[in-house]
C-alpha cells in the first residue's frame, strides 16, 4: 500500500470504503482506472457527483428522483386507487420491474426499529396518511418480511383500517423454483395457510 | 433498470464498467453513494479525477509516480548495482512489500506479445538499456512466468549479457505453504531442478 504514489494511495483508500469492496478489489479498481482513457474516468467521477447532486425524493411518494414530483406520481395513467408501500428506492424498481403493478408508490425509507431509536415519526408514515383520500381504494403493505418489517405494516395498517380502506400484505410462499425440502418453517407454514385451491 | 431516474442509471453503467462489478454490484454501489454524505461523495470523485490527473509515469524507471523522477529512483540510499525489471506499477509494489530489495527498478509496461502485435519497441526495454551504466552489476529479469513474461525476459538477456552485466530471473519453484500434490508440473519441475541444499 504505501509503495504507490500518494494519489493512487488515496484512491485505493476511497475504493475500499464502498461496500463489498476489499482492499485488493480496491487496488485493482484503482489500476483500471489509471489504465482508462481521461475523458472515461472524467465521466465516472462525473456520475457520482451527478447522481448525488441531482436526485432528491419526490415530495408525493418519497421515491428518489430527479424531478419532482417523479415520473411515477406525475404519469395521470397510472392507477389512483392503490398504493404500494415500500421501505426503499430499490423496492420500487423491484416492483415495476414485473410491470404488473400499475397504482402508485409511497417509500417509507426505513422501518419502525425501537431498538435503533427509529419510532413511526422517523420513517415517512406521515406523508403516507395525507396522500389517502377518497380515489384510494387499497394499500399494499410490501414492506420487507422481517421483524421490523411486520412490525411496520402492522402499525400502518392499524392505521388505515378504520379509514375504510383495504390494507393487503404481498404473499409468503415457497418462491418459484424453490425446493420445499429446503423451504425454513416459516414460510412452509405461510406458504400452507396460503394455499390455493387448483 | 429503467426503472431509476436518470442520474441513477447512469451512475450504474459506468460503475458496471469496472472490471468484476456487475450490474447487481453496480446497483448496490450507487445506492450506497446516494446514502453517502455529500463531502464524502466529492473526495471520492476527486480522487478519482486527482489519480489520473496527477499520475504519470517516472521518467526514469517508468514506475507510476505523482512526482518526477520518483521516490525510489530519487532515493540515492538504494543499491545502484542492481535494477529489477517488472511488467508493472503493481509488481514494483509487490516487490516493495517484502523488503528484501534495495536496488531500483524498470518497468517495462507489458511483455513481448506478437499475438498482440507488441514488439520490442512497443515496450519500455530502450530505457532500460540507455540505464546500464557501470554502476549496474546485475539485472533481475522479474517479469511473470507467462509465455509472454519468459519470452520477454529471454529478449532482454539476450541484449544485456554481451555487455558483461550479471542477468538473473526470479526463482520458480512450490509456493510456501502450497501443496506438492496440487502444484501443476512445470512448477513441480522447476521445482525440483532449482532444488537446494540442506
Known amino acids: 500500500m504505501e509503495h504507490y504514489a500518494a494519489p493512487i494511495n488515496h484512491l485505493i483508500e476511497e475504493l475500499s470504503k464502498l461496500p463489498g469492496i476489499g482492499r485488493k478489489t ?13 475523458d ?57 420491474r414485473i410491470k404488473e403493478f400499475h397504482g402508485y408508490y409511497h417509500v417509507l425509507h426505513g422501518t419502525i426499529s425501537p431498538m435503533d431509536g427509529i419510532g413511526p415519526d422517523e420513517i415517512n408514515i406521515k406523508g403516507l396518511i395525507t396522500r389517502l383520500n377518497n380515489d384510494v381504494k387499497e394499500v399494499i403493505l410490501a414492506t420487507n418480511p422481517t421483524i421490523e418489517g411486520e412490525a411496520t405494516a402492522m402499525y400502518i395498517a392499524r392505521l388505515i383500517n378504520p379509514m375504510g380502506i383495504r390494507v393487503t400484505r404481498l404473499a409468503h410462499g415457497i418462491p418459484v ?15 400452507l395457510e396460503g394455499r390455493t385451491q387448483l
Open 177 to 191: 423454483g424453490g425446493d420445499i425440502e429446503y423451504a425454513d418453517e416459516v414460510t412452509l407454514v405461510k406458504a
Open 40 to 96: 472515461q474516468v472524467v465521466r465516472l467521477a462525473q456520475s457520482i457527483v451527478d447522481a448525488k447532486k441531482l436526485i432528491k425524493f419526490c415530495s408525493n411518494c418519497g421515491n428518489m428522483t430527479d424531478k419532482d414530483p417523479c415520473s411515477i406520481c406525475g404519469n395521470v395513467k397510472r392507477d389512483k386507487s392503490m398504493i404500494c408501500v415500500v421501505e426503499d428506492s430499490r423496492d420500487v424498481a423491484a416492483m415495476e
Open 26 to 38: 480496491a487496488q485493482r479498481l484503482a489500476f483500471h482506472i489509471l489504465d482508462m482513457k481521461g
